[in-house]
């Protein structure tokens, strides 16, 4: 049983990305590139975008932002101040974006 236990505890370690144990911060920026992947007409006006391994949220208002892997484990949490604020996340995969009752599945 321990032995099942620690071959578990190794592919779940190796399942998950490197950013998830690396500390990743959000930094406010002055642009925006692409489509939104929100309608800013249903979500308060906040605008959820992704490129090259970057999360960026277009925002009018102070908001709390949560960001998972798939898996749902917790990569980022904080409070955005109204502007554009973008996320560097240094692995690929599928993270889910949640701003108050908004979720947003973006693939890196």
Do not use: C
């Amino acid at each position: 049983m321990r032995r099942l236990l620690v071959i578990f505890s190794m592919i779940i370690a190796l399942a998950l990305p490197s950013s998830v144990s690396a500390k990743v911060q959000w930094r406010e920026t002055n642009h925006v590139q692409g489509r939104s992947l929100t309608d800013p007409k249903q979500t308060d006006g906040i605008e959820i975008f992704q490129r090259s391994g970057i999360i960026t949220i277009r925002t009018q208002k102070t908001i709390q932002v949560k960001v998972f892997t798939i898996l749902g484990q917790l990569v980022s949490q904080a409070t955005l101040s109204p502007g554009i604020s973008e996320l560097k996340l240094n692995s690929r995969g599928i993270y889910l974006v949640k701003i108050g009752n908004i979720t947003q599945k973006v693939a890196i």
